[in-house]
């Protein structure tokens, strides 16, 4: 089993839907959540984090975490055709004094006008 | 604001010849990463270090060498290229042991021929 696991898509949306990419990770430990953004070409852009259960809203992105079920996953609201991209999740795993994550090998968004 | 440069952006190289990434920040952050990305395998972390002088290894660090004598830089350095080391590097970098989000600089992608 991986340790981030995400549907490599793609997940293809009509402008101004709901985009839903979802994410799970094996370490029940783990601490830390990440949402990162990789245009075609270009360095992964950090999005979103979230350390706690529930939800967290910034914009059109909100963020949601249960821990119970080890999962994370990302709402993009009113989707935009610049939203195409590939969204990487990220998982920070309980502290051993370094800050390693460990990505999912990301989930290709496509939304059409 | 410069943040996180890397050079070269582009390079091809010889199987057998050594060939050196430089990661520059200019955020005075603690922590640096080196990581690639391949198709199927997403971003794997190759070394880090938590410090001037103090690196260690990540999830796929054989083949490769750090240092790090400066906070602001980290280069990696292959020192035999071979063609199974063909990606795209991503240098990356984190504020502190309590951050542990990550910024990532634009990547040098390396072809070995």
Redesign the interface.
Known sequence: QKEVEQNSGPLSVPEGAIASLNCTYSDRGS??F?W?RQYSG?????IM?IYSNGDKEDGRFTAQLNKASQYVSLLIRDSQPSDSATY?C?V?PRNTG????V????TRLLVSP | DAGITQSPRYKITETGRQVTLMCHQTWSHS?MFWYRQDL??????IY?S?AADIT?K?EVPDGYVVSRSKTENFPLTLESATRSQTSVY?CAS?ES?G?????????TRLTVT
Do not use: I, M, N, W
């Open positions: 601490q830390s990440f990162y270009k360095s992964p852009e950090l984090f990487l990220a920070g370094f800050q390693k994550l990505f999912g090998t990301g | 922590y199927g395998h997403g971003l794997r972390l880090y938590a260690d990540g991503f984190s042991v951050s542990h989000e990550q910024y990532f600089g634009p990547g």
